[in-house]
Nanobody, 122 residues
Framework: VRLVESGGGLVQAGGSLRLSCTAS???????????WGWYSQVPGKQRELVAG?????????????NYADSVKGRFTISRDNARKRVYLQMNNLIPEDTAVYYC????????WGQGTQVTVSS
């Protein structure tokens, strides 16, 4: 299984990006039970969880989301189980959001991918 993140880039403050993470090599029946998160890391600091999604989003198992205080109201995490993808919609970006963003399960149970760099200019 390989986590592949994409969608980062250079954006001006106030702009938006949509990050995507694909769990390559993972079958759907293994993807679905996991709860997923997006993490950010800046040089010299540990990775931090910025958004998490719990539950597969079905009628019998509706999903819930949680966010770090710094991104509440600006970021939205979602999942597409059929495509084995997790998304992070980032709106109203600020320079402090600059980091490398990674996805993983909320238990951080999979090998980390290469991440995707997000740079927000002022």
């Amino acid at each position: 299984v390989r986590l592949v993140e994409s969608g980062g880039g250079l954006v001006q403050a106030g702009g938006s990006l949509r990050l995507s993470c694909t769990a390559s090599g993972m079958i759907t029946s293994v993807f679905n039970p996991h709860d997923w998160g997006w993490y950010s890391q800046v040089p010299g600091k540990q990775r931090e969880l910025v958004a998490g999604i719990v539950g597969i989003g079905s009628t019998s198992s509706p999903s819930s989301t949680n966010y770090a205080d710094s991104v509440k109201g600006r970021f939205t995490i979602s999942r597409d189980n059929a495509r084995k993808r997790v998304y992070l919609q980032m709106n109203n970006l600020i320079p402090e959001d600059t980091a490398v963003y990674y996805c993983n399960t909320l238990k951080e149970s999979l090998p980390w991918g290469q991440g995707t760099q997000v740079t927000v200019s002022s």
